[in-house]
T-cell receptor
Framework: GENVEQHPSTLSVQEGDSAVIKCTYS??????FPWYKQELGKGPQLIID?????GEKKDQRIAVTLNKTAKHFSLHITETQPEDSAVYFC??????????????FGSGTRLSIRP | DAGVIQSPRHEVTEMGQEVTLRCKPI?????LFWYRQTMMRGLELLIY????????DSGMPEDRFSAKMPNASFSTLKIQPSEPRDSAVYFC???????????FGQGTRLTVV
């Protein structure tokens, strides 16, 4: 089955600097890659997603890149702010006859923004 | 819409007892997922449903776990008998289609003592 690996597990950056989180996936059939942010005591919430027919997508301070050949994708947060502190999860969605719409998550990255 | 609603928010039970977690998905969402979150294993997919039918339950850890979706607006995850290693936060999520946003509930924090 699909396996999603995520690095680093923890990341601390100075406020205003950029943060990058990287993920790799194993199943070349995966074609949808969402990123979720989880704040303390809450469920994960989608912040951005990318489909396999697109190499890059940007939404204000957040951008995602996808390299289908290498099977890896990354989250970039620029001009980090204290409210960006949270746990971030990458995920891959597999579409197939017996496992349609399964979402497999990476292990998470705890991002801390230093004031 | 109030979003995905899970109950209870917290559950403390003794080993060997039956535990039932409940989920109400967002109206109109055809897919429902149950995840378990622990520090060691992260977010694990347990089972998911499409139009109330279980599609993939390969993540259900043991026969002690069972899930049902009797109708489009309600699902349960049952653990019987419960064990201390079942302690985790259990999330329910729903989505409208294969490549759409999955909305998560607030989770149920289960502690088995």
């Amino acid at each position: 089955g699909e396996n999603v690996e995520q690095h680093p597990s923890t990341l601390s950056v100075q406020e205003g600097d950029s943060a990058v989180i990287k993920c790799t996936y194993s199943d070349s059939a995966s074609n949808y890659f969402p990123w979720y942010k989880q704040e303390l005591g809450k469920g994960p919430q989608l912040i951005i997603d990318i489909r396999s027919n697109v190499g890059e997508k940007k939404d204000q301070r957040i951008a995602v890149t996808l390299n289908k050949t290498a099977k890896h994708f990354s989250l970039h947060i620029t001009e980090t702010q204290p409210e960006d502190s949270a746990v971030y999860f990458c995920a891959a969605s597999i579409q197939g006859y017996s496992s349609a719409s399964k979402i497999i998550f990476g292990s998470g990255t705890r991002l801390s923004i230093r004031p | 819409d109030a979003g995905v609603i899970q109950s209870p928010r917290h559950e403390v039970t003794e080993m060997g007892q039956e535990v039932t977690l409940r989920c109400k998905p967002i109206s109109g969402h055809d897919y429902l997922f149950w995840y378990r979150q622990t520090m060691m294993r992260g977010l694990e997919l347990l089972i998911y449903f499409n139009n109330n039918v279980p599609i993939d339950d390969s993540g259900m850890p043991e026969d002690r776990f069972s899930a049902k979706m009797p109708n489009a607006s309600f699902s349960t995850l049952k653990i019987q008998p419960s064990e201390p290693r079942d302690s985790a936060v259990y999330f329910c999520a729903s989505r409208t289609g294969p490549h759409t946003e999955a909305f998560f509930g607030q989770g149920t924090r289960l502690t088995v003592v």
